[in-house]
């Protein structure tokens, strides 16, 4: 996946990949305006965009990977541990990589200046971490489930619960923003963004598994969720 950056001066570019889901799919309305409404130009990748980012540990904080210890309390909720490898398009470990997450607090509300759903704030959770993966390609968070919210997309319209994901992979060119959605969810039915990954099969690779091995006793579940960056088993991105 990796490649040569340049071969003689010339930038490799990384290979594009399908559209799927779709730019447009009626059903999730927002992206009946934001869509394009012309075939895409693609743009040569330039040295930056093949070569970066590369992070160092120095720019993670201790608590980043630990949601649930960034304020003065403990937030409410149902404490989980989310973990999982970041993998590229030949199964082998992403090491290093950034990954980022965020997501609504217990009550289904983002502290966010837009998000307006009567449901109350934690002032012991901010709703965003970060990690770099390891040595394996491995990354492990400590947050709250995350509640459902309503979000106005048709009648009576809710979100599936999910976490928001951002993973670089080896350069900007690979870059991968995605949700995890949890197994059994009753409202996965009717989130059309959920759907708007056509294949049920791609469907089920952003959702995580309950993992009772990770699973520390008197203290939190665990649930394991890993990452392919590209190919055919990678894991579908957010449009
Ligand atoms: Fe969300």
Redesign the pocket.
């Given at each position: 996946m990796r490649g040569h950056p340049t071969r003689n001066g010339v930038v490799t570019p990384y290979r594009r990949e399908n559209c799927d889901p779709p730019y447009l799919h009626p059903d999730y309305v927002a992206t009946r305006t934001r869509s394009p409404k012309r075939p895409l130009v693609p743009l040569a990748h330039t040295l930056s965009e093949v070569t970066g980012p590369v992070f160092g540990h120095q720019e993670v904080g201790d608590l980043d990977p630990d949601l649930t210890r960034q304020h003065g309390g403990e937030p409410l909720g149902e404490r989980m541990i989310l973990h999982g490898r970041v993998l590229d398009g030949e199964g082998r470990p992403v090491r290093g990589t950034l990954v980022e997450l965020w997501q609504?607090n217990a009550a289904g509300r983002y502290r966010h200046v837009v998000d307006r759903h009567p449901a109350p704030l934690d002032p012991n959770f901010s709703g965003a971490g970060r990690c770099l993966t390891d040595g394996e390609g491995g990354y492990r968070f400590v947050t709250v489930k995350p509640g459902a919210y309503p979000w106005g997309n048709h009648a009576n319209a809710w979100?599936a619960a999910?976490i928001?994901l951002s993973l670089f992979g080896p350069a900007f060119a690979t870059r991968v923003v995605t949700?995890m959605y949890f197994p059994g969810d009753p409202l996965f039915f009717q989130d059309p963004i959920f759907h708007s990954v056509r294949d049920p099969r791609d469907r089920e690779r952003m959702i995580c598994r309950f993992d009772l091995r990770e699973t520390v006793p008197e203290w939190a579940l665990a649930y394991e969720f890993d990452i392919v960056l590209r190919g055919r088993d990678a894991t579908p991105v957010e449009r």
């Open positions: 609504a979100r999910h928001h949700q």
